[in-house]
């Protein structure tokens, strides 16, 4: 069976914010529908597009699933301690909640190891040979791209043309909960801690992550593997 792509509209960065915010209200799945509902038309005249760009924005947030579920709380204490620092905690969310978002910010930061900039026409070859050549999935990755671009973690030079935004930095609390959220997502048995330096997936941030607090976090088991400290989540 095809994988389903859910991301099929442009989001903005003040949507995600107001996003959170409501979830943090506590409120049900159905008034937080409401109420975005009444923010969108402000933004999005359509209503077959506002219902879909809602739908997107909401996901993350009410969809069961064991993963979000286990990221929510931690997301929602760093939407209170951190309200100037949301893109962190709206990027944890959305490379779990959307799998082909994770892979398309993947095969970004790989690409950009090597090279200034990269092309849309690139990441569209990649991200359909991981994918398999749908519609769906052409219209998915032209809108996670411009999404980005909207959000301000890459910048268009020219047409079809992109590089790296300025990275930023995230503070201990905000980067151990990015790496928990990237081990979800990834399904990833253990890392190096070399390896959590640089995760590709996570271009926009500098991580902050002190082999220290990973040892203290619950969230995560600490090993040895080769003689090199290695990061797994820990189970239950």
């Keep these: 069976m095809a994988r389903m792509v859910g991301f099929t509209r442009i989001i ?17 799945p159905t008034q ?6 009444e923010y ?8 077959t597009n506002r219902r879909k760009t809602r739908e997107i924005l909401l996901l993350p947030w009410v969809a069961e699933d064991a993963a979000l579920e286990a990221l929510r709380p931690k997301a929602l204490e760093l939407a209170l301690s ?3 620092d949301l893109l962190a905690v709206h990027w944890g969310m959305l490379v779990v909640a ?3 978002f994770g892979d398309l910010v993947r095969l970004i930061g790989k690409m950009c190891e090597y090279q200034d900039e990269f092309t849309a026409a690139q990441l569209k070859l990649k991200i359909l040979d991981e994918w398999g050549e749908r519609s769906t999935v052409v219209k998915g990755s032209e809108k996670m791209l411009a999404s980005l671009n909207a959000i301000g973690v890459i910048q ?4 079809g043309r992109y590089v790296l935004a300025p990275r930023v930095d995230a503070d201990e609390e905000l980067s151990l909960f990015l790496l928990h ?8 048995g253990y890392r190096s801690y ?9 271009f926009p941030f500098v991580l902050h992550a002190s082999k220290e607090r990973l040892v203290e976090d619950a969230r995560f088991s600490i090993g040895n593997f080769g003689r090199e400290f290695t990061v797994s989540l820990r189970e239950g």
């Excluded at 903005?12 to 506590?26: S, Y």
């Excluded at 937080?32 to 509902?37: F, H, T």
């Excluded at 969108?40 to 209503?47: A, R, V």
């Excluded at 990237?182 to 399904?187: E, G, K, R, S």
């Design 12 to 28: 903005r960065l003040p949507w995600l914010n107001k996003t959170i915010e409501l979830a943090g209200e506590e409120l049900e």
């Design 32 to 37: 937080m529908r409401e109420e975005l509902e």
């Design 98 to 100: 959307f799998p082909m």
């Design 82 to 84: 951190h309200p100037y």
């Design 40 to 47: 969108l038309k402000f933004e999005i005249s359509s209503d």
């Design 156 to 159: 268009r030079v020219k047409q």
């Design 181 to 188: 959220a990237d081990m979800l997502a990834y399904q990833s």
């Design 194 to 202: 070399t390896e959590l330096q640089a995760l590709p997936e996570l």
